[in-house]
């Protein structure tokens, strides 16, 4: 079950707290080095499990780059690359957790929606625990790369002719009515996982809190997330303030950035477009948890156009670092609100990259980048080079 019976909202998991805390909970995490980013911080995450499934995952780096600081206006920020997990992106932190509840549970299949990243890396942690895997995405919406992983890693994959919105609701009900499990971050198991990304970062920045951190929102489990992981970090005494949050969205996919200009008031659902597809999502599943991570961070949520995302992907590539459509809303987001005055030039600001630059390669192989063929001869060289 992934939601309340009484009021039909999602369901949260809360561990007993750990025996340490403040001080020697952190000297305790900053003594386990390697291994797997998410079980590194076990007792945060699923205390009682005794063999995870993982590859390992996590330990991402955290990259700074004074071209891509430049294009944003902070000098003081910094990329935490989560496309450089196993299957390319963030979401395996919250699959290997996901994955290893289901095996707990003795599921005999699993299955999620998904825009792409979350069922590749469901595909492959379905293959290295040996259970079935189903996914549903919606037909032709979905990036190459993404799509390649999931049927490689031998997922059953359903083309559903409609949006992820509509891939989201039928998993819900075929989920119930197969008894399969459910793994979409909706599955608060994924949740726990998907913390580390915030456990992590403020591991390595010597637990000195920044004052934004900036991530991309859809479907808004990672927005979640990263507000439950801030508020038991606080809670423990690993941190003493809280970061802001800064959600981005697509302004083709933002009705949560509609609605933070309203104080929340209301709740909205479009019918989602962008280029960036794996945020290419119109009724948010985890609106209401994510409106607390907002307010709890005294956060902000905005939109940044598909031209704004491609040109701060650019500006991610050509640094030599690279990432999908949908990370570069991190990038344009920090760079709209340095223009608006609400992130300060001065400002620490770590930004969130959540996919690999490979998971969609029509959107670096379009009319803007150029390959030019030539006869194999040095004068075709010279004639094109001059
Ligand atoms: N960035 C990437 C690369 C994503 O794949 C997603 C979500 C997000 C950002 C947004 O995170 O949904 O937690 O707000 N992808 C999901 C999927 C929906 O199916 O792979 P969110």
Redesign the pocket.
């Known amino acids: 079950m992934t939601r309340c019976i009484a009021c039909g909202g999602l369901l949260e998991v809360r561990h007993q707290a750990p025996p340490l805390r403040g001080t020697a909970l952190r000297a305790e995490l900053d003594r386990r080095v390697g291994g797997s980013g998410v079980w590194r911080f076990r007792e945060l995450v699923l205390p009682a499990t005794a063999e995870p499934v993982s590859y390992p995952e996590g330990n991402t780096p955290l990259i700074a780059s004074a071209a891509v600081a430049g294009f944003a206006g902070v000098a003081g920020l910094t990329l935490k690359h989560e496309g450089l997990n196993p299957t390319g992106?963030f979401?395996d932190r919250g699959m290997t957790v996901g994955i290893t509840q289901a095996r707990r549970v003795g599921a005999q299949a699993v299955v999620c929606a998904?825009?792409?990243?979350?069922?590749a890396s469901l595909a492959a942690y379905g293959a290295l625990a040996g259970i079935r895997v189903c996914v549903l995405v919606p037909a032709g919406k979905i990036a190459l790369g993404k799509l390649a992983q999931t049927v490689g890693f031998g997922a059953q994959v359903l083309a559903v002719r409609d949006d992820?919105d509509a891939c989201l609701r039928l998993v819900e009900e075929s989920s119930e009515q197969l008894g399969w499990y459910l793994l979409n971050?909706i599955n608060p198991f994924r949740i726990e996982g998907q913390k580390t990304i915030v456990f992590e970062l403020l591991q390595q920045l010597k637990w000195e809190v920044p004052d934004w951190i900036v991530l991309?929102?859809?479907?808004?489990?990672?927005?979640a997330a990263f507000g439950k992981a801030l508020r038991e970090a606080l809670e423990l005494g690993l941190i003493d303030r809280l970061p802001r949050l800064a959600v981005i969205q697509a302004t083709g996919a933002a009705p949560f950035a509609r609605s933070y200009a309203e104080r929340f008031q209301h709740r909205y659902e479009v019918q989602a477009d962008t280029v960036a597809t794996?945020?290419r999502?119109g009724n948010?599943a985890s609106w209401e948890r994510a409106v607390t991570a907002i307010r709890e961070s005294n956060g902000v949520v905005t939109a940044v156009s598909d031209a704004e995302i491609l040109e701060a992907k650019t500006v991610i590539d050509r640094a030599g670092i690279g990432c999908?459509p949908?990370?570069a809303a991190s990038l344009a987001g920090v760079r709209r609100l340095v223009a608006a005055g609400t992130i300060a030039p001065s400002a620490r600001v770590s930004a969130v990259l959540?996919?690999h630059m490979l998971k969609d390669p029509e959107s670096l192989l379009g009319a803007r980048h150029p390959v030019q063929e030539i006869e194999p001869s040095l004068d075709a060289m010279r004639a094109i080079l001059d």
Do not use: D, Q, R, Y
Request: hydrophobic share 20%.
């Open positions: 992106s979401k998904s825009t792409g990243n979350t069922s992820f971050s991309p929102g859809g479907n808004l489990g990672n927005t794996a945020i999502i948010p999908e949908a990370s959540t996919g």
